[in-house]
């Protein structure tokens, strides 16, 4: 079973590296993270819930 | 002449950066120097970052008005991210978790490791930087 849930986790990270790679050149309409990051960082909410979700991630991964 | 690459202000925080990733490389979770570490990097960049942005924008123009997503790449991303979060919330409410492994889990295998800890924390680190300047 674990193989198979790596083997999904592996596929959904390759999909976004894809969409990322196809989004940096802009194939059919296709937008970067980076892109669609500053887009809703333009409106105050958006800057909330992307700092406090990064202040989460450091707080989860390294401290607890 | 004196050739000036980068100002002082930038080296003292890249400085800074380096230094609590290597205190972090050796921290441990669940521990008071990993919390102190990890709470004195947040405020850390926030305040830096809102000092850097606030003299970024006084010599800055405006943005621009923002201008609307193209809707393949907005479904794409969208898509992307209801697939990622039912699939954690799935194995999250899995047992045994070696069998259904989260993205923490998984990333335990960097974390566990000195360099690769305080690799992952400066990435961290500079992910929180660009978005306290991102504009």
New interface residues.
């Given amino acids: 079973?674990?193989t198979v849930?790596?083997a999904?986790?592996a596929v959904?990270a390759a999909?976004?590296l894809l969409?990322e790679a196809f989004?940096r050149r802009r194939i059919?309409?296709?937008?970067s993270?980076e892109?669609?990051?500053?887009?809703f960082?333009?409106a105050r909410v958006g800057?909330v819930i992307?700092?406090l979700g990064?202040?989460w991630?450091?707080?989860?991964?390294?401290?607890? | 002449m004196r050739l000036r690459l980068v100002s002082w202000p930038i080296l003292l925080v890249a400085g800074a950066g380096a230094a609590a990733s290597a205190v972090?490389s050796m921290?441990r979770?669940?521990t008071w120097t990993?919390?102190v570490?990890?709470?004195v990097?947040?405020a850390g960049v926030?305040l830096g970052g809102c000092l850097f942005a606030s003299r970024a924008n006084r010599t800055r123009h405006s943005?621009p008005l923002?201008h609307p997503?193209?809707?393949?790449?907005?479904v794409?991303?969208l898509l992307?991210v209801v697939?990622?979060t039912t699939?954690e919330l799935l194995?999250l409410f899995e047992a045994p978790r070696?069998?259904?492994?989260t993205?923490?889990s998984?990333?335990v295998l960097l974390?566990g490791h000195d360099v690769t800890?305080a690799l992952?924390?400066a990435a961290?680190l500079v992910?929180?930087w660009w978005?306290?300047r991102?504009?």
């Avoid at chain 1, 059919?28 to 937008?31: A, K």
């Avoid at chain 1, 892109?35 to 887009?39: A, G, M, V, W």
């Avoid at chain 1, 991630?57 to 401290?63: C, E, I, M, R, T």
């Avoid at chain 2, 997503?69 to 907005?74: I, S, Y």
Wanted: aromatic share 14%; glycine share 6%; net charge positive.
């Fill in positions: 079973m674990r849930t790596v999904i986790w959904l999909a976004a969409l989004g059919t309409g296709l937008v993270a892109e669609l990051i500053r887009y960082m333009k800057r992307f700092v990064w202040m991630l450091g707080w989860h991964l390294f401290a607890r | 972090m921290a979770p669940f990993a919390d570490t990890t709470a990097a947040i926030l943005a923002a997503l193209p809707r393949p790449g907005a794409a991303w992307l697939a990622l699939f194995n070696r069998q259904h492994p993205i923490s998984l990333l974390t800890r992952m924390f961290w992910a929180g978005l306290c991102c504009r």
